[in-house]
């Protein structure tokens, strides 16, 4: 089984915290930043975890804007 990958926008200044977050339930995502300026990370779920980052993400929406995005370069 693969990694899934997702690719979302997330407001520039809260990166880290998303990074931190998620590396606190230990391997079910690594976030890696595309673009910093603009706030375009990629998600790298481990398998079987895509339902937990789902509910990390949609708590996190809650104070903080978090978008989907297509592809590699965030368009």
Same mark, same amino acid.
């Given at each position: 089984m693969e990694t899934t990958r997702r690719y979302l926008r997330v407001d520039r200044s809260g990166i880290a915290f998303v990074r931190f977050v998620l590396e606190g339930y230990d391997g079910i995502a690594v976030l890696t930043t595309l673009d910093a300026a603009r706030g375009?990370?990629? %998600?790298?779920?481990?398998?079987?975890?895509?339902?937990?980052?789902?509910?990390? %993400?949609?708590? %996190?929406?809650?104070?903080?804007m978090i978008e989907e995005a297509d592809g590699e370069d965030g368009k």
């Open positions: 375009d990370v990629m %998600l790298c779920i481990a398998p079987g975890c895509e339902d937990e980052v789902d509910e990390v %993400l949609n708590d %996190l929406k809650a104070g903080m």
